[in-house]
């Protein structure tokens, strides 16, 4: 088998970032990969002699940093930037909702959970400007002007308190199926086993993979989630460490095949 000539190469792109744990488990997988670098640093100290003349130098300190953009949000890799696992199962989220009220009454989607009797508290009247009027709370009956009372999806409201064709707002806690991924204020970042596939070719125009392993990468728990007329993006970055239990000292491995 000829040996892969590797003096002229051109790195494509960077297809891929594949992680995990100490336990080989997958962390995750990021492959909508938008731009990403490897950034390599060294420290020198010079060594001077006579009239300040350099006559050596001390390298130490050497430095791997992995950055990567990925087009969308991957939960595994928030999970390793928070030290978090992905829990799945029932959780509660609060919910808005406008109804609109008829012959006293208004109908809601959702299904409120809490206290029974409290498992809302308060209906506002929608003004015509979108800003939110009047105040009812809710009771265990709407006997009374200015309460309401919630059975089923239904809330009543006391007679003649509001028109027909009102709209009202509620603010009120639901029960969903979902994934949940929490940012504790006492644990931290992983570190995880990292891969980097990449694409190369030759001059010649043949295409290799290449593949970057990073015994450990420690990642950062510093990240932003920017919202505006664009998508949410996702960046990641992570620090090359060496040691560890596998006995390397290696930052990083580069193969291409």
């Avoid at 002229?8 to 997988?29: H, P, R, W, Y």
């Avoid at 509620?170 to 931290?188: C, G, H, L, Q």
């Avoid at 990240?223 to 990083?252: M, Q, R």
Wanted: aromatic residues 8%; proline residues 1%.
């Amino acid at each position: 088998m000829a040996d892969i000539d590797v003096s002229k190469l051109v790195m494509v792109s960077m297809d891929q970032i594949t992680t995990f744990n100490n336990a080989n488990e997958l962390e995750f997988v990021m492959d909508e990969i938008t731009e990403g670098s490897i950034s390599n640093t060294e420290e020198k100290v010079d060594v001077t002699g006579k009239a300040g003349r350099k006559i050596g130098s001390l390298k130490r300190n050497k430095a791997v940093t992995v950055t990567a953009t990925n087009g969308v949000i991957v939960g595994g890799a928030m999970a390793a930037q928070t030290g978090s696992e992905i829990e799945h199962g029932t959780f509660k989220v609060r919910k808005t909702e406008i109804a609109t009220v008829k012959s006293n009454k208004a109908t809601i989607e959702g299904t409120p959970v809490g206290t029974t009797g409290a498992e809302i508290g308060y209906a506002y009247v929608k003004n015509a400007s979108g800003t939110l009027g009047k105040k009812y709370e809710q009771a265990a009956d709407a006997e009374t002007a200015d309460k309401f009372a919630f059975a089923g999806k239904d809330l009543t409201f006391h007679t003649g308190d509001i028109e027909d064709g009102t709209e009202i707002v509620v603010f009120y806690d639901e029960e969903v199926t979902s994934a949940k991924i929490t940012n504790e204020s006492d644990v931290y970042s992983k570190t995880l086993k990292m891969y980097i596939d990449v694409t190369c070719q030759d001059m010649c125009d043949k295409v290799y993979h290449g593949q970057y392993i990073i015994n450990r990468a420690d990642f950062s728990g510093e990240f932003e989630f920017s919202f505006g007329n664009d998508p949410v993006v996702h960046s990641i970055t992570a620090e090359s460490l060496a040691g560890g239990c596998g006995g390397k000292s290696n930052l990083w491995e580069f193969i291409v095949y």
